[in-house]
């Protein structure tokens, strides 16, 4: 049995007045609501229709599989401290949420990267796009990715559980890997070492093939005479830029400023929560509403529902 199961933690206060628990409560709650039906809406559209079963969009799958699990991680423990206005939780249901949370931090930029690739390959070599990118190796990716995802994250949060925690205190308004490391009084040096090689891998390699990808991809489309193609090709690259972008900077900023004692820590859990709470909102709109072929669906579907009830 874990030494540690049975003691009970504090998160960061979430200071919020009296007076505002019940509109944070309620804000919160439809928050997450809005976040389950439009990557709900994502996932069933590509599973129903056979059309969209191509490549691009079984990649894309994965994506709201992903922001599901990061908003699940966050949200009803969020708004049920909010509520209760009791800031305590379990080691247990501590260490799974920072489980849950980096699972979805990694796979975050994982997926986009493959995503990135998938777009390479489409644009710069697009008469060898089916034989690379068949289903047979979509599917291999797909495996190969998420096994890379959840083995990096179990060795990280692993290494916490080989020492008993001396403090009950998290300084962080979520559970992370961090601010687990802070509640031991050993030496964690090697948590140290393993969560600096794996901010380097996963927010270096992301990086460097998102770079190469997309110096190819505009080199193409400033050769591409249709205008048509190259107008498409930048702005579907470009919203993927932006997104990838956005949660490379402030989960690097998040996580390098616990290293550094000088750093505000509510601009620091500002940037964690950050990337835990806008990327759900905004992919199934970016990637989903914005993809042509999904829009149509979608807007069918709907059309269709009204159409009965009348």
């Known amino acids: 049995m874990d030494p540690n199961s049975t003691y009970m933690l504090t998160l960061e206060s979430l200071s919020i007045a009296p007076s505002g628990v019940y509109p944070a409560f309620i804000f919160g709650t439809l928050t997450y609501c809005f976040i389950v039906f439009c990557n709900m809406t994502v996932l069933a559209t590509i599973a129903l229709d056979r059309k969209l079963h191509k490549p691009m969009f079984i990649l894309l799958f994965n994506m709201p599989i992903n922001d599901l699990i990061g908003a699940t991680a966050l949200f009803p423990q969020l708004v049920v401290s909010i ?10 249901a501590c260490f799974i949420q920072a489980l849950l949370i980096h699972l979805y931090g990694v796979g975050s930029l994982t997926i ?3 995503m990135a690739y998938d777009r390479y390959i489409a644009i710069c070599c697009p008469l060898r796009y089916n034989y690379i990118m068949s289903q047979k190796n979509v599917i ?6 998420w096994l ?26 979520n559970c992370n890997n961090p601010s687990l490391v802070k509640l031991i009084c050993d030496d964690t040096r090697i948590n140290n070492y393993y969560g600096i090689f794996l901010t ?14 997309y110096i190819h991809i505009l080199l193409t489309c ?4 249709s205008s048509d193609a190259k107008s498409k090709a930048i702005q579907t690259c470009g919203t993927h830029l932006v997104v990838f972008l956005f949660l490379e900077f402030n989960s690097c900023f998040g996580l390098m400023a616990y290293r550094f004692e000088k750093v505000s820590p509510s601009l620091r859990s500002a940037f964690g929560l950050s990337v835990i709470i806008f990327p759900p909102i905004l992919n199934p709109l970016i990637y989903g509403l914005k993809t042509k072929e999904i829009r149509q669906n979608v807007l069918r579907f709907f059309n269709q529902k009204v159409s009965s009830v009348q």
């Open 148 to 173: 890379l995802v959840i083995t990096l994250t179990v060795v990280l949060l692993s290494l916490v559980t080989r020492f008993k925690i001396c403090r009950t205190r998290i300084v962080d308004l």
């Open 200 to 213: 380097a891998f996963v927010q270096g390699i992301p990086l460097i093939v998102v770079i190469f990808t």
């Open 112 to 114: 986009l990267t493959v």
């Open 83 to 92: 509520l209760t206005q009791n800031r305590s939780i379990s080691y247990p």
């Open 140 to 145: 291999k990716i797909i495996i190969v990715m």
């Open 222 to 225: 400033v050769m591409n005479k």
